[in-house]
């Protein structure tokens, strides 16, 4: 006779298997794969560069995008030549022939009919910007126009910015003017310092407050109500371009000659919010995405670099191999962060991506995309996917330079520890980096 | 002179030390630490020297007037003023210095420029009042004449007083105003400042231009805070991207080439819009002239069209018509099967359309025009058919098939034509005999047919599964049965037989030849050995009981045939298919002896299907005679056929078990169903036995010894032989002889005596009923975690949590999805993104806020800020 039992053994049944921490949770294993192909694709469609317009026949020094328009890009040169360009078909549709100098700063008001440029031949020039449509694009390129009107004023201009929502905009020269469109003569005038004002930024979230940073290695921020600058920054080295945050208006980054960018609280300026660093020589110019999560930079050392707007680290880079010298790579860093930053408009993303923006279109598409992104960002810690999401291939002086910058402060960390070890406790005090580079805040 | 000016100097500063520390102590915080009087001061307990105190010193009464005066600025600004004294210090000097000028200036110009006066006015009274600070330490150094008045000149009644100066001033213009001031700065004396250096004040107007603006962007926190937590920020307002329907688009179309232009200019013709925006009759009637010829070229075109129409139609038509071969056939078939239909419909139909088809068949039997006796299929088959192309060989072959469809459709028809006549023969054989004789003969017809499917079937398959030893096994067990089972019905056919006889005729002739030997051939032998061979399985008394007549002519034959077959079938319970068969071979030839070699042998070798017959052929035998014994006996038929199965499942298991008892309980098993045969008492075993025998198979150490050698080599696997690639170093003889290289063998050794250790080292190695698992941790699943805690991540708990709950739409309902996956910034393609609007926020409703930007899409309600009115602030809304 013979007994036949159902019975499981627990020793049969609660092995463990080769497979069983998968099979635990094979959701996650299944979202992991799919976070790793992700992060792979995203690298492998990665097309950072969207196009190159030429037709300059000197280096550019500065650009402005039209707030009114998606693809209209304005750029000055040094030989005093000014073009709109249509980005979408990547083609001058304007000239704006008039400077005898340098221009080296544009800047378009809000409803983006007027544009303002200055130079070096002491002439603020406005120019009424045609509407350019498909039609005229052929004709276009021959069609000058004249200016609406020029300001001569006593001194050459280094930048210009308009003011949001009025008629207002400012020049940075030898001191810091604020014009109306309509007067011949500068309505005010600053002057806090006897050096020149490199950078002027309006405040878009709060237009009646301008930033400006000088050569006197200054910060200083002003307000047109009361008509008096308000505080002033003092850094230990210059800050070439300074630029507010759309959608934080309390905040703005500087790009600083020290490889660095610092976000401050213009509330409170004797401490940065953050450092960005990644960049390995000095920061040259820098603009926000207009949805203020992120910034671009661009630098002496070719690159151009995404930043959060609370990041440390950069998030992206492009490098330029062809520029060398240091306008010729700022416009450079212009003109891609300025693509970027349309880009944004246009792609409904600020990355780095495939072009093939279209998709975002197709509800089906966008919804696997922001599944994709998702699952990428929760798996970004996992050792795999962060590899290979951080990974960047870094050209080797780049690379090169970054080591070493990063050997020089470990060294003077080191040296710090010291120092602070082999001295009577709380006789040094370091400072961190947020407050290290700033000497002084004057009232 | 100069010395008590120094002096004075040094005791107002010391004064205005003490005010600015004073102030200062005012100015700064309560809790800032004050140092007390240094204790040889305070001269406690006298425990220091007493020293002279050498400076001079005011004395205690003194009180400065001044402090007042002085201290609204200085409180205000305590730090900057203390910083600034030196200054201020100097400053103080000129204006003293300046007095004298000062007042001969206002006498010297008093008449001639009131308005000069007026702006003089606040320099008089500082005169004043440091006068009068002064006079006290003022001494006489120089001999009083008209440039220096004396103490009693400016003090006493001769002294010169502002009125003095004014009253020439007397009735000319602006007099009394001047006046009226000076009397008021008389009366409060209140004191004015002098202005702040430049420095200094641009400094005061940076600060509290800062103070303003750093106010004012402090509206921005709540907004900022809110965005910065929200999950997701909207950019994508509600906004018409382009035209939406062709509507839109028509509107704003504008002709532009001269095409466009003429059509536009008839379109938007004044008539003709007038008379679409009324009721359009007009439309159609008065501005639609259109010309004789017009109407008849329309009119021709439209013929033209119709008749082309119209061919086109008809030929649409014939190729409508023209269907393949299959097609018809297909639709032949469709309608033979609706006639079919119809038949079992309407009888009277289908026996028509019987007659038709009776008649065609009749007709093509007549012309066989399908035999291939046409003058086209002759010549074919001479030609041979092998020669011919694929159509006309299928041709052939088709009119091959036809025919023989149709041939066979006449033997078919013969079959029935036979069975028919032999029913009526039957017939008129009934007609003569009585209910009874066709009761016989129908018994005797089932008899017939089962003895036939006994007979018949003996083929057993011998290839693919069917030739398996237990298969064969369970055949033959089955045959066995369905075999009895027929024997029984025989038996009852026969007992009915007997019972229709004795009520009826005895001598009829087929029922009474089973009696005696002489009969006894084909048809009885096989009932009989059935008989016997199931009573000797039954091991009952039925065999030698039995008052039957035909039981008892055959016992003596059949004893050892029964036992003999008994033994066999014990044997057959567990013997090689080779066995059995040899069993039955010698079972057929002891049949064959007993049986005089006419006797077929029909028993163990039918098949089961001979028992479905059989029950098949009983029910319908019985439905035609008596329903109660039918239903019996069909209930009682799929027994045996069960009850084989049964054996087959309980045969396999028992292996081990005695035979005897295993025959035994077939046996039962079998009869349990056929015949209610007493058991035999059971006796139940012991529980050592029970347990033993439960678990007779299970060897649990062997299994666990084996389970622990696997993991042992799956965690340090065995180390390959060592082998060389076939082929390789077989070049030459020399090579041949050499064999597996030494180091290989080394390898394998060391690798071996590794191994060894490895196991000797285990933590398991000593424990005989133990596994502790040392194999690497799987990096498989390692991939999913992260080494150390990732950066905003405080702790581990939070962190896993975090990632628990997966994303994707297959693990998620619909409905979360999309909340699941929203990325951080949503964007719309080829919308602007202007920078921030101020609006409102309530702090307090910020829960209630991040429900509605989950939910609606927050739409921007933005205020925006009036440009012009910027103090006040009043908020607009713009959307």
């Given at each position: 006779m013979k007994v036949k039992v159902i019975s499981r053994s627990t020793d049969e049944h609660t092995k463990e298997r080769s497979q069983d921490l998968q099979h635990s949770n094979p959701e996650k294993a299944v979202e992991y794969v799919r976070a790793l192909n992700a992060a792979k694709l995203d690298k492998i469609f990665a097309r950072p560069f969207v196009g190159a317009m030429d037709g300059?026949?000197?280096?550019?020094?500065?650009?402005?995008?039209?707030?009114?328009?998606?693809?209209?890009?304005?750029?000055?040169?040094?030989?005093g030549d000014i073009r709109l360009w249509d980005l979408a078909s990547r083609r001058t549709v304007h000239q704006f022939p008039g400077h005898q100098g340098a221009v080296r700063g544009l800047a378009v008001s809000t409803d983006g009919h007027v544009l303002v440029s200055c130079g070096t031949d002491c002439s603020v020039r406005l120019w009424s910007v045609p509407i350019s449509t498909a039609m005229e694009l052929d004709v276009s390129s021959d069609k000058s126009v004249e200016p609406l009107e020029t300001y001569v004023w006593k001194h050459a201009f280094r930048s210009v910015d308009h003011q949001w929502n009025f008629d207002r905009?400012?020049?940075?020269?030898?001191?810091?003017?604020?014009?109306?469109?309509?007067?011949?003569?500068?309505?005010?005038?600053?002057?806090?310092?006897?050096?020149?004002?490199?950078?002027?930024r309006f405040n878009p979230g709060q237009p009646d407050i301008l930033a400006t940073s000088a050569s006197d290695r200054s910060i200083a921020l002003y307000d047109l109500r009361m008509g008096k600058p308000a505080a002033k920054l003092i850094m230990a080295t210059k800050t070439n371009s300074i630029c507010w945050n759309p959608m934080e208006p309390i905040?703005?980054?500087?790009?600083?000659?020290?490889?660095?960018?610092?976000?401050?609280?213009?509330?409170?300026?004797?401490?940065?919010?953050?450092?960005?660093?990644?960049?390995?020589?000095?920061?040259?110019?820098?603009?926000?995405?207009?949805?203020?999560?992120?910034?671009?930079?661009?630098?002496?050392d070719r690159t151009v670099r995404i930043f959060q707007y609370n990041g440390g680290h950069s998030r992206e880079f492009i490098i330029q191999r062809e520029c060398k010298g240091c306008f010729v790579s700022s416009s450079a860093v212009m003109l891609v962060m300025l693509f970027l930053g349309v880009m944004t408009l246009i792609l409904g993303c600020g990355r780095l991506k495939h072009p093939n923006n279209w998709e975002f279109f197709f509800q089906e598409k966008r919804k696997r995309h922001e599944y994709h992104e998702a699952v990428k960002n929760r798996y970004k810690h996992l050792p795999e996917v962060k590899r290979i999401v951080r990974h960047r291939h870094l050209p080797k002086p780049i690379y090169k330079a970054a080591e070493l910058r990063r050997t020089m402060t470990e060294a003077e960390r080191r040296k710090e520890e010291k120092r602070k070890a082999h001295s009577a406790p709380g006789s040094i005090t370091s400072k961190p980096l947020r407050k290290r580079r700033i000497v002084k805040v004057e009232e | 002179m100069a010395e008590t000016k120094r002096k004075t100097r040094d005791e107002g500063r010391r004064e205005r030390s003490k005010i600015g520390s004073d102030g200062e102590v005012l100015g700064q915080d309560l809790y800032e630490y004050e140092e007390g009087v240094p204790e040889e001061e305070s001269k406690k307990n006298r425990r220091f020297d007493p020293v002279d105190n050498l400076d001079?010193?005011?004395p205690e009464d003194f009180e400065d007037e001044n402090v007042s005066s002085d201290d609204d600025n200085e409180v205000k600004n305590a730090g900057v003023i203390e910083a600034e004294d030196e200054v201020k210090e100097e400053d103080e000097g000129r204006t003293i210095r300046e007095i004298p000028s000062e007042l001969l200036k206002i006498v010297s110009f008093a008449n001639s420029e009131c308005s000069y006066i007026k702006q003089c006015n606040f320099r008089v009274h500082t005169v004043i009042s440091r006068g009068r600070r002064n006079n006290v330490v003022v001494s006489e150094a120089y001999p009083e004449s008209e440039y220096n008045p004396t103490r009693d000149i400016l003090e006493g009644e001769g002294a010169l007083s502002i009125r003095d100066l004014l009253d020439p001033l007397q009735g000319k213009h602006g007099y009394s105003k001047l006046r009226k001031s000076v009397r008021t700065l008389e009366k409060k004396s209140a004191p004015i400042q002098a202005p702040l250096p430049k420095p200094v004040q641009e400094r005061l107007e940076r600060n509290a231009a800062y103070d303003k603006s750093k106010e004012e962007l402090r509206k921005w926190e709540p907004i900022i805070k809110r965005n910065r937590e929200a999950p997701t920020i909207y950019f994508d307002d509600d906004r018409d991207l382009g035209p939406s329907s062709v509507g839109t688009i028509a509107s704003e179309f504008e002709p532009r080439t001269e095409f466009e232009k003429k059509i536009a200019s008839l379109v938007y013709d004044d008539e003709v819009m007038d008379a679409h925006r009324k009721d359009g009759s007009r439309l159609r009637l008065e501005l639609n002239k259109v010309s004789a010829e017009d109407e008849k070229d329309r009119q021709n075109r439209i013929a033209k069209m119709r008749s082309l129409l119209f061919r086109h139609e008809l030929?649409?038509?014939?190729?409508?018509?023209?269907?393949?071969?299959?097609?018809?056939?297909?639709?032949?078939?469709?309608?033979?099967?609706?006639?079919?239909?119809?038949?079992?419909?309407?009888?009277?139909?289908?026996?028509?359309?019987?007659m038709k088809q009776e008649y065609e068949r009749a007709k093509e039997r007549m012309t066989l025009r399908h035999k291939g006796s046409s003058k086209w299929a002759k010549r074919i088959k001479e030609r041979g058919v092998d020669v011919q192309d694929d159509g006309t060989r299928a041709a052939i072959a088709e009119q091959q098939h036809l025919h023989a469809q149709l041939t066979r459709k006449m033997n078919s028809m013969k079959d029935s034509d036979t069975s028919s006549d032999d029913i009526s023969e039957d017939d008129d054989m009934d007609v003569n005999s009585d209910d009874e004789g066709r009761a016989s003969k129908l018994l005797e017809k089932a008899k017939e047919k089962t003895l036939k499917l006994l007979d018949e079937d003996n083929e057993v398959p011998n290839s693919g599964v069917l030739n398996l030893p237990f298969m064969e096994r369970a055949f033959k067990r089955k045959n066995e049965a369905a075999a009895e089972e027929a024997k029984l019905a025989l038996q009852e056919y026969e007992s009915w037989s007997k019972q229709l006889g004795d009520s009826g005729g005895v001598n009829n002739p087929k029922v009474g030849s089973p009696s005696g030997r002489m009969v006894f051939d084909g048809k009885e032998a096989p009932v009989s050995s059935k008989k016997t061979k199931s009573d000797n399985k039954n091991r009952s008394d039925n065999y030698y009981g039995d008052s039957d007549s035909e039981d008892d002519m055959e016992p003596r034959e059949n004893t050892d045939v029964g036992k003999y077959r008994n033994n066999d079938l014990m044997k057959d319970a567990n013997t090689s298919p080779v066995l059995c068969q040899e069993d039955s071979e010698n079972h057929k030839d002891s049949l064959v002896k007993n049986f005089d070699g006419s006797v077929q042998d029909p028993g163990p070798q039918t098949t089961h299907e001979v028992s479905i017959f059989a029950s098949g052929t009983w029910r319908r035998l019985f439905q035609m005679k008596n329903g109660s014994d039918a239903n019996a006996n069909a209930k009682k038929s799929p027994g045996p056929l069960q009850s084989v199965v049964l054996d087959q499942h309980t045969q396999e298991p028992v292996k081990d078990l005695d035979?005897?008892?295993?025959?035994?309980?077939?046996?039962?098993?079998?009869?349990?169903?056929?015949?209610?045969?007493?058991?035999?008492?059971?006796?139940?075993?012991?529980?050592?036995?029970?347990?033993?025998?439960?678990?007779?198979?299970?060897?649990?150490?062997?299994?666990?010894?084996?389970?622990?050698?696997?993991?042992?080599?799956?965690?340090?696997?065995?180390p390959e032989k060592p082998v060389l690639l076939p082929g390789w170093g077989q070049w030459t003889n020399v090579q041949k002889k050499k064999g597996i290289p030494s180091y290989m063998q080394k390898e394998h050794e060391s690798a071996k005596k590794k191994r060894e250790e490895a196991i000797k080292q285990r933590k398991d190695a000593n424990l005989k009923h133990v596994i502790i698992s040392e194999k690497p941790p799987n990096k498989k699943a390692q991939k999913l975690f992260t080494q150390s805690l990732p950066y905003p991540f405080t702790s581990k708990e939070i962190f896993e949590q975090s990632i628990r709950m997966p994303l994707g739409p297959e693990f998620n309902p619909a409905s979360t999805v999309g909340a699941l996956n929203r990325p951080e910034v949503i964007k719309k393609p080829g919308v602007i993104i202007k920078p921030i609007e101020f609006e409102e926020v309530n702090a307090y409703e910020k829960l209630e806020g991040h429900r509605k930007t989950e939910q609606n899409h927050q739409k921007n309600n933005k205020s925006k800020s009036n440009s012009h009115s910027r103090k006040n602030m009043t908020y607009m809304k713009t959307k």
């Open positions: 300059h026949i000197d280096a550019i020094s500065c650009m402005a995008k039209n707030p009114n328009h998606l693809t209209g890009i304005f750029s000055g040169s040094m030989d905009f400012a020049t940075g020269g030898a001191g810091v003017e604020i014009w109306n469109h309509n007067r011949s003569a500068p309505e005010q005038s600053f002057e806090w310092g006897t050096d020149t004002v490199i950078s002027v905040n703005f980054t500087a790009a600083n000659e020290d490889c660095n960018c610092y976000s401050f609280d213009s509330r409170k300026l004797n401490e940065a919010k953050c450092v960005h660093k990644d960049h390995v020589s000095a920061v040259m110019d820098i603009d926000y995405s207009p949805t203020g999560r992120e910034f671009v930079t661009g630098s002496y | 001079y010193e005011l030929k649409s038509k014939h190729i409508k018509n023209i269907k393949s071969k299959t097609y018809h056939r297909l639709l032949k078939k469709d309608k033979l099967k609706a006639n079919s239909i119809l038949g079992q419909m309407d009888p009277e139909a289908a026996k028509e359309l019987a035979e005897d008892s295993d025959a035994d309980s077939e046996g039962q098993m079998v009869d349990g169903v056929l015949s209610a045969v007493p058991e035999p008492s059971y006796q139940l075993p012991s529980q050592e036995e029970l347990i033993r025998q439960a678990f007779a198979a299970d060897n649990v150490e062997d299994e666990f010894k084996k389970t622990k050698e696997d993991i042992l080599n799956e965690e340090n696997p065995e």
